[in-house]
């Protein structure tokens, strides 16, 4: 099955500056590649995703990348804040014939910024 | 909307006890699962659901029955519990068939078996 590797799995940054995410996965017929975020105490939302079509996607102050050829995909936070302080979480979607179709998720990074 | 719900929030339970934790969401979603959410292993997936009467198993079924009679209801059944199974436990729900789109996860369950 797939397997999704996820680092660092602690981040602290200063207030301001870039945070970056590493994800990589192992089934090379993986299509979608979700980013939800967790806040502590609640339940994970949906951030940003990048389907396999495309190798980069922006909103606002996040993006995503996807290198097909090296299985690996990543998150960019710029201008951090105190509210991106959170649990963030890398999935990736493996093509399934029939009616399988599961997400297998990463390990998570905390991230912590501070003032 | 009310989005995905789920009951209990939180449930002690003794091992070898039996216990349904309930999913429901009222966005007419084909698709729902259970996760399990255990620390520094991320989410992991226990079982799914692409329609009313499917289900199929995730990563970690064992130890764990569902059913999808219905649209809106997924629940969750843990035959005879085990400290093993203390954890957060998240339903979520997408659109359409198949998760290439947005899940909308409830506000978890927290259980913990002595």
């Known amino acids: 099955g797939e397997n999704v590797e996820q680092h660092p799995s602690t981040l602290s940054v200063q207030e301001g500056d870039s945070a970056v995410i590493k994800c990589t996965y192992s089934d090379s017929a993986s299509n979608y590649f979700p980013w939800y975020k967790q806040e502590l105490g609640k339940r994970p939302q949906l951030i940003i995703d990048?389907?396999?079509?495309?190798g980069e996607k922006k909103d606002q102050r996040i993006a995503v990348t996807l290198n097909k050829t090296a299985k690996h995909f990543s998150l960019h936070i710029t201008e951090t804040q105190p509210e991106d302080s959170a649990v963030y979480f890398c999935a990736a979607h493996r093509r399934n014939t029939g009616t399988a179709s599961k997400l297998t998720f990463g390990t998570g990074t905390r991230l912590q910024v501070t003032l | 909307n009310a989005g995905v719900t789920q009951t209990p929030k939180f449930q002690v339970l003794k091992t070898g006890q039996s216990m349904t934790l309930q999913c429901a969401q009222d966005m007419n979603h084909e698709y729902m699962s259970w996760y399990r959410q255990d620390p520094g292993m991320g989410l992991r997936l226990i079982h799914y659901s692409v329609g009313a009467g499917i289900t199929d198993q995730g990563e970690v079924p064992n130890g764990y029955n569902v059913s999808r009679s219905t649209t809106e209801d997924f629940p969750l059944r843990l035959l005879s519990a085990a400290p093993s199974q203390t954890s957060v436990y998240f339903c979520?729900?997408?659109?359409?068939?198949?998760?290439?789109?947005?899940?909308?996860f409830g506000p978890g369950t927290r259980l913990t078996v002595t």
């Open positions: 979520a729900s997408s659109s359409g068939r198949s998760i290439i789109y947005e899940q909308y």
């Open positions: 990048i389907r396999s079509n495309v």
